[in-house]
């Protein structure tokens, strides 16, 4: 009786996959997919995906990389002229200006982790407002409240508890995770 | 036959794919730690209220703003002392529930207040919070009114000197 194409197909099949596989081989693969999964989750990709998406436009447009721009993810309560753009840092005074003993406090979501963070909004002052251009003068609003709520609010210039109280640029501390 | 070298070094040696599956399970679980832990509720809701002036730990320039660390804890040892907190503009006026009021007060006066709280004080309940931030000292010269409360603690309850810096002026 003559074989059935079938039978003489599979059989070719099934002895190919014999001749060219090994069981330790898969062992071996199956043990560096094991070893490679835990990794996958701490993606970006992933865990952008598991987070919740941007509430404000500020979050939408926030970045991680320049914090001499106003859209850097610490700004988006920040009102003012940065001193990263005046000789200073995000959450450092340039020379000859002395930061401010009081602040007001915000949080902001880093793009990258997607994670709240509170910041600390602190002016530096005792010099006169720094002269940077115009891409440094910043209006971010994030949690900013009315004048009349005067502790949370950004137009407030927050020099007055210093020596002196001119204004010369803003900061943003990050104080830790909010919960 | 040629296959993928890294393939080859498993075949012969299994132990050495256990191996990098212990190595990069250690090297995740390291990985997903975070360096922060985030602020317990009361925390956040502290440094988010109050924290801007009173400092992320309570120490602050006492003359501008009064220090809380180690110091606030006094007021729970008279009874004006205990409904002062509560009645102050900033805190009868916040926007946090009578709840979670409370527990900022409690995280204050127990926490960063350390050991100026009395021993087995009772904590503030959102009850009494309610009612003491409904008569809020916005009818009295609050300077005055807390330099008595504080001369009052100074003599009779052990409180230090060191609770009058406060000039509340910042000139």
């Given amino acids: 009786m003559p074989k059935a194409t079938f039978d003489v197909l599979s059989e070719r099949l099934t002895r190919r996959l014999a001749g060219y596989s090994s069981r330790r081989g898969f062992i071996a693969r199956l043990g560096m997919a094991l070893a490679a999964a835990p990794l996958f989750p701490l993606l970006p990709v992933a865990r952008a995906s598991a987070a919740e998406s941007p509430k404000t436009d500020f979050e939408r447009n926030a970045q991680v990389k320049d914090e001499t721009k106003c859209n850097y993810w610490k700004y988006c309560g920040s009102d003012g002229v940065l001193c990263s753009c005046c000789g200073g840092g995000s959450h450092t005074c340039p020379p000859g200006a002395e930061p401010s003993p009081i602040s007001w406090i915000g949080t902001c979501v880093n793009p990258e982790d997607k994670r709240s963070y509170v910041i600390a909004y602190r002016d530096c002052c005792g010099k006169p407002a720094c002269t940077a251009g115009k891409s440094c003068w910043c209006d971010g609003t994030d949690r900013d409240l009315p004048t009349y709520r005067s502790s949370l609010n950004n137009d407030i210039i927050w020099c007055f508890g210093n020596a002196s109280a001119t204004y010369h640029c803003s900061t943003a501390a990050l104080v830790g995770l909010a919960g | ?163 009058r810096v406060y000039t509340g002026s910042f000139n």
């Fill in chain 2, 1 to 163: 036959m040629v296959r993928a070298r890294c393939v080859d070094v498993f075949t012969q040696r299994p132990w050495a794919a256990l191996a990098a599956v212990a190595v990069s399970m250690v090297l995740a679980a390291d990985l997903k730690s975070e360096p922060l832990e985030p602020f317990r509720p009361a925390q956040g809701d502290y440094l988010l209220n109050c924290g801007g002036c009173h400092g992320f730990h309570g120490v602050s320039n006492a003359n501008l703003v009064p220090s809380l660390k180690d110091l606030v804890g006094y007021y729970l040892r008279s009874p004006e002392g205990r409904a002062y907190l509560p009645r102050l503009p900033n805190v009868a006026f916040s926007t946090l529930s009578d709840q979670r009021l409370a527990a900022v007060l409690n995280y204050v006066v127990f926490e960063i207040g350390g050991n100026s709280a009395p021993v087995g004080g009772k904590p503030y309940d959102a009850a009494e919070v309610g009612r003491w931030r409904k008569q809020p000292l916005n009818e009295v010269v609050l300077s005055q009114y807390r330099l008595q409360l504080v001369e009052n603690l100074i003599s009779r309850h052990q409180a230090p000197a060191e609770l």
